[in-house]
């Protein structure tokens, strides 16, 4: 007797941010789900039913887990998308949260007010934040023939995928002349039959 289908409800905003990769994962599942998104004035009064008062939240069978790359992790194990292994799992792990430390520090010249000290951050980020971390990611990705982990696809090139993707947003399409390997792996992820379709029928948004 196979295994009862969980029923699964998104919460997020209506943009791609902290929940895309979430989105990415359902799609190549193959996973019906719903798809809610919060408008900015319903969240204040939402906010208070939340766990810990953040979106994304994702309702299987009604429980609530936040934190989107927990939610990530769990779904990537229950679809087959965590590696061959527990030794690839974690370096899914790894990448995934380098590439968090990353969005870290893009975050906090993005936050800064004064706005001498915002370029300052800025230019330390695009020259120095931006490759040691992307080099490494290159070398990583390029030494596995495309793929974040192993030979097969994870759950971590998703986020990838979806990180890359914003990034080429952010900086223009020639973001990524220097990293082939990284481009390709976005090329290859948005090339899966399943992703695509989603990418074509997702709501168009800035985010």
Known sequence: MSEEQPSYKLIYFNSRGRAEHIRYILAYAGVDYIDE???????????????????PVLEVDGQPIPQSNAIAR??????????IDEWESMLCDILVDSLGDLR??????QKEE????????????VKETI???????????????GYAVGSTTTWADLVFAVALENF???FGPAALESY?????????VHGIP??????????????
């Open 114 to 125: 004064d706005l001498f000290k915002k370029e300052e951050k800025k230019a330390k980020f």
């Open 131 to 145: 490759p040691l971390f992307l080099s490494k990611f290159e070398q990583t990705i390029g030494k596995n023939n």
């Open 194 to 207: 399943a992703i695509s379709e989603w990418i074509a029928r997702r709501p168009h948004t800035n985010s």
């Open 180 to 188: 082939p390997a990284l481009r390709s792996l976005k090329q290859r």
């Open 74 to 83: 769990y779904l990537g194990r229950k679809y087959g998308l965590a590696g």
């Open 168 to 170: 080429e947003q952010m």
């Open 37 to 55: 998104r919060v408008p900015k004035e319903r969240w204040p009064e939402l906010k208070k039913s939340m766990p810990f008062g953040q979106l």
């Open 104 to 109: 870290q520090e893009l975050l906090q010249f």
